[in-house]
């Protein structure tokens, strides 16, 4: 639950490196697993992550700033988190933008590496919190909870394009991939499903107008629909869902094989 009065972390720390030392003291608040000996300012190649710790379940790598989470600081996560083979990895701010909170779930779908991106707030009474606004589809804390994990996409995550980590229920509408930096999304709903197709920055348009060239539309039906940030593409496949649970093969089949025609489309194109 979120506090319902905060303010910003400025207002309580007078540096980042500040907050870097309280997390240190702090990390098992952050709920990504069991980590001691957490170093601040610790040596990575020729530059510094602001936190790394060791414990039970491997290597942490942190970083964290005030007010908004911007790129410079994801690009370092990566860098660090590489170069001390971490096992998990986390971005703390404030607060994140649609697109990073995408690229994350995407980074976890290929990748041994855990990824939180983590909004820390401070409430008047100068409390923190922390909140997982993105994190792995199994991590520490969820294995330690029994979560349920979705029926459904097990066979998909088993094996082929689609393959992964098991998808806990609660987040069962919808498993991604990344291509040439499109997301492909294959989407169930309760009655229907779908193959989704998202593009981010300032030629998404411009290039959502270039992969459509793959799909003429005498052969595929699409919606076309668009957002402040997000152009997209959504491909019906069939009026079944999550709800006609007799139909789940031939669901699972028609959905991975149009996913993978996309997927192969766009692969396989100059786009």
Known sequence: MKLQQSKPLSTVYN???????????NVASLGVGSFEDAETESKVGTRKADIVAVGDDGILVIENQFGRADWDHWGRLEAYARLKEANVAVLVAENFEELMIVTCNLRNEDSKTDWYLIQAQVNLHNELSFHHVA????????????????????????????????????????????????SLL??????????????????????????????????YTYELRESPKFASIIFPVLD???????????IR????????DVYNKIKESDT
């Open 15 to 25: 540096r980042e490196e500040d907050f870097s030392l309280d997390l240190a003291n």
């Open 135 to 182: 994190r792995p589809a199994i991590d520490v804390q969820t294995e330690r909870t029994g979560v349920e994990y979705s029926e459904f996409w097990e066979p998909i995550r088993k094996s082929g394009l689609f393959a992964g980590k098991p998808v806990p229920v609660r987040d069962e509408g919808w498993i991604g991939k990344g291509i040439k930096g499109i």
């Open 186 to 219: 294959l989407q169930l709903h309760n009655h229907a499903c779908s193959v989704l197709l998202s593009f981010q920055g300032n030629e998404r348009l411009d290039r959502r107008t270039k992969v459509l060239e793959l799909f003429p539309g005498t052969e």
């Open 240 to 250: 079944k869902g999550k709800k006609d649970h007799d139909h789940w093969p031939d």
């Open 253 to 260: 089949e028609k959905l991975t094989k149009f996913g993978e």
